[in-house]
């Protein structure tokens, strides 16, 4: 099936610095990317919906400039937690739909953000 | 945001024992999904569903869309100890692409 990857796998940054965190398509093109947050014994919350070539959509209570999502490329698309707090410790994952049928999400392994 | 209520929360059974657990929603899909999540990993499609009343098996797992659109069954039968994880049902609206996720239900096997 379709793999998508994500790097770094595990972060740990200090309280205040920025974080950046990369999701590709390995053998596909994605023409939308999903990026979640997952924080421990909880479900995967959706952050924002990101296009190609397009600004992200974000859902309510997602604050954009701190979670800054690029995507330049139909194969990658980034997630720059800026300044970053404690609070923003968590698994972020991200997904891909190759805009075949709405099912095909395939998802990232996920990354470990720690603020220290 | 809405999240898919799942029950249970969490279950202990012995190896080789089905399973069954159900996802439930205030709202209407038109899509129903069921993955599986690993520590430390995303999760794993294992199923999809796409018309009401539909049932769909993928190996020892057989997954039901409900009538009402409103709510979906997982089965797992003869579980094994690669079983363990937690499984989350995703709907998707008509139309749309958001997943919206349940709360989750975590299968632990006793062997």
């Known amino acids: 099936g379709a793999v998508v990857s994500q790097h770094p796998s595990w972060v740990i940054c200090k309280s205040g610095t920025s974080v950046k965190i990369e999701c590709r398509s390995l053998?596909?093109?994605?023409?939308?990317m999903f990026w979640y947050r997952q924080f421990p014994k909880q479900s995967l919350m959706l952050m924002a919906t990101?296009?190609?070539?397009?600004?992200?959509?974000?859902e309510q209570g997602v604050e954009k400039d701190k979670f800054l999502i690029n995507h330049a490329s139909l194969t990658l698309s980034t997630l720059t937690v800026t300044s970053a707090h404690p609070e923003d410790s968590s698994f972020y994952i991200c997904?891909?739909?190759?805009?075949?049928?709405?099912?095909?999400?395939?998802f990232g392994p996920g990354t470990r953000l720690t603020v220290t | 945001g809405q999240q898919l209520n799942q029950s249970p929360q969490s279950m202990f059974i012995q190896e080789g024992e089905d399973v069954s657990m159900n996802c439930t929603s205030s709202?209407?899909?038109?899509?129903w999904l069921w993955y599986k999540q690993d520590p430390g990993e995303g999760p794993v499609l294992l199923i999809a569903?796409?018309?009401?009343?539909e049932l769909t098996s993928n190996g020892r797992l057989t997954a039901q869309f409900g009538i009402t659109r409103k709510d979906s069954f997982l089965n797992i039968s003869a579980s094994i100890p690669s079983d363990v994880g937690i499984y989350f049902c995703?709907?998707?609206?008509?139309?749309?692409?958001?997943?919206?996720f349940g709360t989750g239900t975590q299968l632990k096997v006793e062997l």
């Open positions: 709202s209407i899909f038109n899509t």
């Open positions: 569903l796409y018309k009401a009343g």
């Open positions: 997904s891909a739909d190759s805009g075949g049928a709405s099912y095909e999400q395939y």
């Open positions: 053998d596909f093109q994605a023409t939308t």
């Open positions: 990101s296009n190609e070539g397009s600004k992200a959509t974000y």
């Open positions: 995703a709907g998707l609206p008509g139309g749309g692409n958001k997943l919206t």
